[in-house]
């Protein structure tokens, strides 16, 4: 199978079967005017994290990577109106576009916005009620960090989802991507081993190449 027909059968199914609204277009609009990368999630992925959101009766989320605010609005819509999403993300520019995003797909009120490197977040949110479910998708260097954020800032339950472990393969060849494969590598065998953790990961084809996501739940 080439690349191109995963790509056609993702837009098929993007079109039949998660049937984005509005608000998902407009970010992704926003993002491509505003010369931003084109790192989101895909649609359906997007999807799957809403749904999963609304299936763990999460009513606290927190995300580690915002950029425009594509996966941001998925999960907001996913919890219930008095639930809440802090989502950090380093620059500026981003988490001013992913506002924008956010109050104009009508989720604003459930979504706060933390500019600044997560790892100075992170600790900022200790104390506070803890976070039913967990999305990573920011520098893969720091994965490993980030997954012992999730479980300090997390509960017996707490639901934690990372994007990008597969890495068109370069986890098995980490010389390919001295950078991110070895954080990424780092992170997985963590989620792996760490008694606290039941975990999966499941690999994918289509728009964003061949990468994937893996999925824990904290014992
Ligand atoms: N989750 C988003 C979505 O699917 O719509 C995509 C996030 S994008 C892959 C990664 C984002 O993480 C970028 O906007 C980047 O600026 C941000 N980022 C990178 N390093 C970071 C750090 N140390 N702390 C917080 N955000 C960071």
Redesign the pocket.
């Given at each position: 199978v080439t690349e191109p027909g995963w790509v056609d059968v993702e837009h098929y199914l993007t079109d039949v079967v998660v049937r984005p609204d509005p608000a998902h277009k407009r970010?992704l609009t926003s993002?491509v005017e505003a010369d931003?990368?084109a790192?989101?999630?895909a649609p359906n992925?997007?999807k799957l994290l809403r749904m999963l959101v609304q299936m763990s009766g999460a009513r606290r989320v927190l995300?580690?990577?915002?950029?425009?605010?594509?996966?941001?609005?998925?999960m907001a819509q996913g919890l219930p109106d008095d639930g809440r999403i802090v989502?950090?993300?380093?620059?500026q520019k981003?988490a001013d576009v992913a506002r924008a995003n956010v109050d104009a797909a009508g989720v604003g009120h459930k979504v706060d916005i933390r500019v600044?490197?997560?790892?100075?977040?992170l600790p900022t949110l200790v104390g506070q009620e803890s976070f039913d479910f967990v999305?990573i998708?920011?520098?893969k260097e720091?994965d490993s960090n980030y997954l012992d954020w999730a479980i300090r800032l997390g509960h017996p339950g707490t639901v934690i989802v990372v994007?990008?472990v597969i890495w068109d393969g370069a986890i098995l060849e980490p010389e390919r991507d001295e950078v991110n494969a070895p954080g990424i590598v780092a992170m997985l065998e963590k989620m792996g081993q760490d008694p606290r953790l039941d975990a999966t990961a499941i690999q994918t084809v289509g728009s964003k190449g061949w990468d994937g996501f893996a999925i824990a739940r904290v014992r």
């Open positions: 970010a993002a931003m990368p790192i989101e999630v992925a997007g995300e580690v990577g915002t950029l425009a605010g594509f996966s941001s609005i998925w989502t950090c993300e380093f620059l981003h600044g490197a997560a790892l100075d977040t999305f998708d920011a520098d720091n994007d990008n």
